[in-house]
């Protein structure tokens, strides 16, 4: 199969995945579930598109390993559930304050900031739900990875330089603590996660993590980049956001044509670290070859 054909295989499963595990609420307030008005907040968010890659990267390094992905699904959805939470209260007026995301207004906007905030929560709590359902024997060890890659030290840590760091003189040692931890660490996460409940040896794991920040951090380059040239109707959000917050970004520390150079530079790194990551091993070159087209 080619990259483009698994590539909506995966996708196919994952939002079947996203609809069974998170179905609609009929009653607004169920004795035993969620609250009707949660619920659509929740599913507003999570079903409303996207690349999916993180579940997508989860389920190709599983197979790295095990033909069959079906059993990594709750893992691949959960990473789906965190990542959409961390978008929603991204989005909130106490931090980016934007009011598009995907091309159609954000959470907060529809369903109000203190709903958002709790739809958010609730996507968070329910992906550790989702993962502690799995029976695969790594279950716990890569739970435990994708708590430190999500969390105070991992994602949130690089979501809390973006907003100290807002405003502040622009270097590249300050946007890549913020690219590796805001973007690279979730990545590293589905990837790690995906590898060890397939059975991966610690090799294979070691090259996953080098290929997963490498991709990360070529991925979120190229975010900024199409934030300073991309059109909102390409990317779903208004244009230049960044530098309206005074955000910190690669093109601003080294300027755009290096902000390319680089960009380049951690794909090769990540096509090189996908030499050794078996079964997979072509769709994670195809998908990191990928990502300059987003700016072309």
Avoid at 137 to 152: D, H, I, W
Avoid at 196 to 202: F, H, M, S, T
Avoid at 259 to 274: M, P, S, V
């Amino acid at each position: 199969m080619d990259y483009s054909r698994q590539y909506q295989h995966f996708q196919h499963l994952v939002e079947n995945a996203l609809s069974e595990y998170l179905p609609l609420t009929r009653e607004d307030w169920p004795e035993d579930g969620i609250p009707k008005h949660l619920s659509e907040a929740m599913r507003y968010s999570l079903l409303s598109g996207g690349k999916r890659i993180r579940p997508v990267l989860l389920l190709a390094a599983f197979q790295a390993v095990n033909a069959d992905v079906k059993p990594a699904l709750p893992f691949a959805v959960a990473l789906e559930c965190i990542h959409c939470y961390s978008l929603i209260h991204d989005d909130l007026p106490a931090m980016d304050d934007d009011d598009l995301r995907r091309g159609q207004p954000t959470n907060h906007k529809v369903f109000g900031e203190a709903m958002a905030i709790l739809a958010g929560d609730a996507l968070l709590n329910f992906a550790f739900e989702l993962m502690a359902s799995c029976s695969l024997p790594g279950t716990l060890n890569a739970m435990r990875e994708v708590s430190k890659y999500s969390g105070s030290s991992g994602m949130i840590a690089g979501q809390t330089a973006d907003i100290h760091m807002a405003g502040e003189q622009v270097t590249p040692e300050k946007v890549a603590y913020i690219h590796r931890h805001k973007t690279a660490d979730l990545i590293t996460a589905a990837v790690v996660a995906g590898l060890i409940l397939g059975g991966a040896d610690a090799r294979m794991i070691t090259h996953g993590k080098d290929y997963a920040f490498h991709l990360g951090l070529a991925f979120q380059i190229t975010d900024d980049l199409l934030d300073l040239e991309g059109e909102q109707a390409v990317t779903g959000k208004a244009g230049q956001r960044d530098a309206q917050l005074g955000k910190l970004t690669w093109p601003a520390a080294v300027g755009i044509e290096k902000a390319r150079e680089d960009a380049q530079k951690a794909i090769d790194r990540a096509l090189a670290a996908a030499e050794h990551l078996g079964q997979s091993a072509g769709f994670f070159k195809a998908l990191a070859l990928s990502i300059p087209k987003r700016v072309k």
